[in-house]
């Protein structure tokens, strides 16, 4: 499986995400990173198939993924900033109502993650911990086995213990699965060197850094990747002041 996304744009009033030409191929792990209103989130909502407006294409495989839609959202997970469902329900009820719409999805491996993770599953959704409730929905948007699995800012704001949690079942999870593609964005750049096998550094909608974590790493004689990341972050914020 492989997603392309070809002369891909998304323009705002004053803003303009790329053209962007990326390819991203099976068992590959990437990193998204860059400052506030770099783009980051836009790109990951547009694979996630929640906007149509850009110009250019997304492939998943080899078609257009407009075309896809609405069903192409089960092959698609989508880790967002905020948790989506109703307060008064609780865990357990949000899990089997989402179950509903993903044909793939896997009561067993939903159950293993919420033991993994320590999920309250009695515990109303209205009432959860921000840790908690990213936890629960990296769970919704991984229970069904996505082809491509999208994490928008996964660890931001959580303690140590719950980000390290959060991290090793990913880890875990795409260790077990090396026939899709795993996009993450984040603001913590020690996560890159945690999670990627590849880095995208992207600055005011265009692509700065598209390299593997351990050529980068190479070429920098083997300083570690947030060094190097926060380096060229604010190399760029020098060009451009």
């Known amino acids: 499986m492989s997603v392309e996304l070809t002369r891909f744009t998304v323009r705002y009033p004053s803003f303009a995400l790329g053209p962007l030409n990326l390819a991203f191929k099976a068992g590959e792990r990437i990193a998204f990173v860059g400052p506030n209103g770099s783009g980051k989130t836009t790109t990951l909502r547009a694979l996630a198939g929640r906007t149509r407006e850009?110009?250019?294409?997304?492939?998943?495989?080899?078609?257009?993924?407009?075309?896809?839609?609405?069903?192409?959202?089960?092959?698609?997970?989508?880790?967002?900033?905020?948790?989506?469902?109703?307060?008064?329900?609780?865990?357990?009820?949000?899990?089997?109502?989402?179950?509903?719409?993903?044909?793939?999805?896997?009561?067993?491996y939903a159950g293993d993650l919420c033991n993994r993770l320590r999920v309250p599953l009695e515990q109303?959704?209205?009432?959860?911990?921000?840790?908690?409730?990213?936890?629960?929905?990296?769970?919704?948007?991984?229970?069904?086995?996505?082809?491509?699995?999208l994490l928008d800012e996964p660890t931001s704001g959580l303690d140590p213990e719950m980000r390290g949690e959060l991290i090793d079942t990913v880890l875990h999870a795409e260790g077990?699965?090396?026939d899709r593609v795993v996009i993450f964005s984040t603001h913590l750049l020690e996560d890159v060197e945690l999670m990627a096998d590849r880095v995208l550094l992207l600055v005011d909608g265009e692509v700065r850094i598209d390299e593997a974590t351990a050529r980068l790493r190479s070429a920098h004689g083997g300083a570690s990747l947030s060094s190097v990341l926060h380096a060229a972050i604010a190399n760029n914020r020098r060009l451009q002041s």
């Open 54 to 108: 850009y110009e250019g294409s997304i492939l998943f495989g080899e078609r257009e993924l407009r075309e896809l839609l609405p069903y192409g959202r089960r092959e698609i997970g989508l880790l967002s900033e905020t948790l989506g469902g109703y307060a008064w329900m609780t865990v357990r009820e949000h899990l089997a109502f989402l179950r509903q719409f993903y044909p793939d999805w896997d009561d067993e």
């Open 124 to 149: 109303l959704l209205g009432r959860l911990s921000k840790g908690t409730r990213v936890k629960v929905s990296f769970i919704a948007a991984e229970s069904y086995r996505p082809r491509l699995l």
């Open 176 to 178: 077990a699965r090396r």
